[in-house]
């Protein structure tokens, strides 16, 4: 397989991980469905059980399959390792598991995925791992939290349902001055706009259930990182048997074929949506990073090289009822969790009940929002006949 680093993002998306001629010439790798892989002789059976054998020993660590997919992640993201995982959770966990131990403490941003608290409050706790959250704006300032068994300092820039972004090269300064390492969740951005590496992160986490694998059909999640921890991880994974389903993967890897033309599309159309809500009297703020007007905009123009279709409104206070209104009547914005396929999408959010080192002090409910590939004149009739209905049950 030619490994190709140098040329450009869009190109590498197309061919990473390929090697039709392996295959007879057909294009997308074969799904290998595998438990039980043979050996020949003996002698190669004995050199399959050694360490950093090259070749696949066992279905649950990793197939032609599984190489593929990691093999594509690895040369979008110019790094050495990409673990293949079950879920962007399993990915998460994968991460926080192997960059601590008992007696260690986290730094957690406030705006984490909630799960991602969740880990850390119930199983990281119980392993004796302390965490202690802090405000997703810090910046340098996380100098100040950094204690003498920080070991890992967890960010996730923009958080994915308030959308504040981070200053990753600062915090990445201050938790290396301190021997800690940082990881950031990368779903919202993946690698084609923003990669984390470039700015010193160690580990990179992405969910490639959303815009990887972007039909809403598959659970994929990825653990990146560098020649120093990556091997500690995949080690880690096998430890636990951590391993995905090959037409997980296969559809994984179809998807990513597709990521940059979806999401030119659907940041164009999520901003859109963000541009027309912020003109509506009935909203109290829209969170989107790349409205010049929120807060994380400057970071976000230094640091990243587009937004996807995921964002946030904040209306003026309002009437449980008006809410329902809005939503239920929605023909186009599916209501449910995930985000990244073809299909719009809004959900509720409270985020006052998933913080503890921040307030959240917005004053009527958040909808979360995610763009899909729909005609965006056709999301926008949507929206509007929801405020009609909204305001006809004030
Ligand atoms: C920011 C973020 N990270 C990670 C995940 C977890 O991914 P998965 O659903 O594949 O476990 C999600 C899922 O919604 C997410 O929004």
Known sequence: MTEDRDSHLDTRIVHAGLDPHAHHGIVNPPVYHASTILKPTLAEWEASNRAGYQGYSYGRSGTPTSRAFETAMEQLYHC?????????????????????????????????????RRLCNTVLARYGVT????????????????????????????????????????????????????????????????????????????????????????MVGVTLAGPELGPRLRSLANNLGYCCGPDDLYLALRG???????????????????????????????????????????????????????????????????????VDGLKLFGLGASWGGYESLVMPSDPRKIRSATSWSEPGPLLRFHAGLEDPEDLIADLEAGFIRLNAAL
């Not at 050495?80 to 994968?94: F, W």
């Not at 951005?189 to 160690?202: I, K, Q, S």
């Not at 990521?259 to 541009?275: D, H, K, M, N, P």
């Not at 703020?285 to 123009?301: F, I, K, Q, T, Y």
Request: glycine share 8%.
């Open 131 to 218: 965490a202690t959250y802090y405000d997703p704006l810090l910046g340098a300032g996380i100098a100040d939290l950094i204690q003498d068994n920080t070991s890992l300092v967890i960010t996730e820039s923009p958080g994915s349902v308030t959308f504040e972004i981070q200053d990753i090269p600062a915090i990445v300064a201050a938790a290396h001055a301190r021997g800690a390492k940082v990881m950031i969740d990368n779903t919202w951005a993946t690698a084609v706009h923003f990669n984390p590496f470039v700015h010193g992160v160690d580990v990179v986490v992405e969910a490639a259930t959303k815009y990887v694998a972007g039909h809403s059909d598959v």
């Open 80 to 116: 050495d390792t990409a673990i293949a995982v079950p879920s962007g959770l399993a990915a998460i966990a994968l991460a926080l598991i192997g960059l601590t131990k008992a007696g260690d403490h986290v730094l957690v941003t406030d705006s984490a995925y909630y799960p991602t």
């Open 256 to 326: 990513l074929r597709t990521i940059s033309v979806r999401l030119a599309r659907q940041q164009e159309t999520g901003l859109l949506l963000a541009r027309w809500f912020s003109a509506r009297g009935e909203v109290a703020r829209v969170l989107h990073p790349a409205l010049p007007d929120d807060p994380g905009h400057v970071l976000w123009r230094r640091d990243f090289c587009g937004a996807c279709g995921l964002f946030s409104v904040v209306s003026e206070p309002l009437p449980e009822a008006a809410g329902a209104a809005f």
